[in-house]
């Protein structure tokens, strides 16, 4: 643990992500403190520009602040990356176990299936997933789990592949063990280390992903969300900038933070690799 | 590869598409039958827009009152010659629409994957030629920045920085409206409102194939068949680009054909924040109408260009790389 967090630290781009992304998380637990009451509701005059009328972000058409919208929106976002996340590491870790530990015909049939998913547009699919089961944050999720689950199915099945073959799974099966216990007890843990440096980066995209819904106006009706923010000040740029330009900022924030953090934990869990880096990324 | 060889290769990989693309038809049907609610009234586009007489002459042609296999026969059929329904909202064939909206998708996509291949090979050689100075660094900073930035974000900035602060390009649709051109001007004119939309889709791509064209120069650069070309005294600037940069090439190629899908996705986001008048803003028209009919035919259509492009890629990469084996 020691070691892990010498190597994180090494990184310093790791580092601020850290600090960056708890703040994120601050702001997100305590938005109903620092905003009370609904963020839906009108808060001063509409299109207030930043900073008048006690507005530190401006005020959106409907007179509501931009930065409780930001608060909450935090919320959803967060609260989206991480559940789909989960969800799409358990569809892509057990697909990807079976196709890697069983090999031969369960293997090729697992890997066409993901190869299918690969190859279609899946911004597109996910799309249409939301539009027909209707938009709600778990249509979101469903959706943004369907679409990201394949690089985890590649990755856990390439370390399956490799780890079945070796002497401690070996033992296991002669002292009798069970292929479950097997696969869960002996040989997840062993390739933990590259479907945790992959879920920082799925936290991440999963966010782009649930943003870009929003903005196309496929965010739950319930939920402020900062894809709904820009989407919002879309048709309206040219009178408050304020109103897309700040959510914009803090996606990029979040999703910069995870991807920094998502590389010092890739050195910090493969301290050879990342040495070895040098030049060469 | 030898020439003999090729059809076959060829004929394998017309097998693989046609199986992707039979799997995207299927795909579709079985979503309408796992909406909530009456599959018909999905058909037609749901709100109540389509009158009692219409739902059932959908029913009967979509055979919902028969078993479910009949109607994916049906579905099937009906997709296999290009039947892709009707959009009861614009009284038009999806197809017809989509067909439509095609030219201008292809534009855009195709002007920003140019953009986003010649601009990122260049910065990724150039990084490659001077690995650990600040040059070399800017595209690491520029490569983390697109990772982390929403594409519609990029646009709308875009249009805040060039349309409405400088006023220097147009940030809405495919021409200027009340003007008549002629000849070169009408080209111009399009050229124009083309730019900002394929710098938006572009640039993320950018980071993506200067950071890829970055790590294979340096792997090639290394290789024995470089240090041999030095040796014989080949001058620099021919060993970069007839010894290294066209063996480079080939996996971004391959990365190229990887990411069809994702630059189509991203088109659909450009084209709602610049009013572009191709498949994307018809995705977007769709959502809005809820028009599942034509949603379902740009998901089609999408996925077929996707599997086209991936089939040109896997070509063009048998015929570059002799290599490549036929049963790949």
């Known amino acids: ?76 976002s967060l609260l989206v990356g991480a559940v789909s996340t989960v969800a799409a590491l358990a569809i892509g870790v057990s697909l990807g176990a079976i196709a890697g530990y069983l090999g031969g015909l369960v293997d090729d049939l697992v890997m066409r299936f993901t190869e299918f998913f690969q190859t279609i547009p899946s911004f597109v699919l996910a799309i249409l997933l939301v539009a027909i089961f209707t938009p709600s944050i778990a249509s979101i999720v469903f959706a943004i789990a369907v679409v990201s689950w394949p690089p985890v199915a590649r ?40 479907i945790v440096v992959l879920s920082s980066l799925m936290v991440a995209s999963a966010i782009l992903l649930e943003s870009a819904l929003s903005f196309l106006g496929l965010g739950d009706p319930n939920m402020m969300s900062w894809g709904f923010l820009i989407g919002s000040g879309r048709s309206v740029i040219r009178m408050a900038w304020w109103m897309s330009v700040f959510p914009g900022i803090a996606i990029f924030l979040t999703v910069l933070s995870l991807n920094l953090v998502g590389e010092g934990l890739s050195d910090a869990l493969n301290p050879r690799l990342a040495r070895n880096r040098g030049g060469k990324p | 590869m030898e020439l003999s060889k090729l059809p076959g290769y060829l004929l394998g990989r017309l097998v693989k598409a046609a199986i992707v693309i039979l799997a995207i038809v299927v795909c579709n049907f079985f979503l309408i039958h796992a909406a909530p609610g009456d599959p018909a009234s999905i058909i037609a586009g749901q709100s109540g827009a389509a009158d009692a007489r219409f739902l059932e002459q959908l029913r009967a042609q979509f055979g919902l009152d028969q078993p479910l296999y009949v109607q994916l026969w049906i579905y099937l ?17 999806v197809a017809s629409l989509l067909w439509d909206r095609l030219p201008a998708t292809l534009l855009l996509t195709g002007a920003a994957f140019v ?23 800017i595209i690491t900073v520029l490569a983390l920045t697109f990772y982390a930035t929403p594409l519609f974000w990029v646009g709308l900035m875009l249009v805040l920085l060039f349309s409405v602060t400088l006023e220097w390009l147009p940030s809405f649709g495919m021409a200027s409206v009340g003007v008549e051109l002629h000849g070169f001007a009408v080209v111009l004119d399009v050229a124009k409102h083309l730019l900002l939309p394929a710098l938006t889709l572009g640039l993320f791509y950018v980071a993506v194939y200067a950071r890829l064209s970055r790590a294979t120069m340096l792997e090639v650069a ?78 089609f259509c999408t996925s077929v260009m996707v599997v086209l492009f991936n089939l040109i890629t896997d070509l063009l990469y048998a015929v570059v790389d002799p290599r490549v084996e036929v049963s790949a």
């Open chain 2, 115 to 137: 953009f986003a291949l010649s601009v990122g090979v260049a910065m990724g050689a150039l990084a490659a030629l001077r690995v650990g100075t600040w040059g070399d660094s």
């Open chain 2, 222 to 299: 290394d290789q024995d068949f470089v240090k041999t070309a030095r040796a014989k005294g080949v001058p620099e600037g021919r060993i970069l680009r007839r010894h290294i940069l066209r063996n480079a090439l080939l996996p971004i190629i391959t990365f190229a054909g990887i990411q069809a899908g994702q630059l189509i996705g991203g088109s659909i986001l450009v084209e709602t924040v610049f009013a572009w008048p191709g498949i994307g803003r018809l995705a977007f028209e769709a959502l809005l109408a809820r028009d599942y009919q034509v949603l379902m035919g740009v998901f």
């Open chain 1, 1 to 76: 643990m020691k070691d892990f967090w010498r190597n994180f630290s090494r990184n310093r781009g790791a580092v601020v992500g850290l600090v960056v992304l708890v703040a994120v998380l601050i702001l997100a637990v305590l938005a109903p403190v620092l905003y009370p009451g609904s963020p839906w509701d009108m808060a001063g005059m509409p299109f207030a520009p930043p900073g008048e009328e006690g507005m530190l972000l401006g005020t959106d058409s409907l007179g509501r602040d931009v930065a409780a919208g930001i608060a909450h929106g935090a919320r959803v």
């Open chain 1, 155 to 194: 990755v856990v099945r390439a370390e399956f592949l490799s780890l079945r073959s070796r002497e401690f799974v070996q033992a296991s099966e002669v002292l009798g063990k069970s292929r479950l216990s097997i696969v869960v007890g002996d040989i997840l843990p062993n390739a933990l280390s590259p």
């Open chain 2, 77 to 93: 059929k009906g997709v296999l010659t290009l039947d892709l329904g009707f959009s009861h909202r614009q009284q038009v064939a």
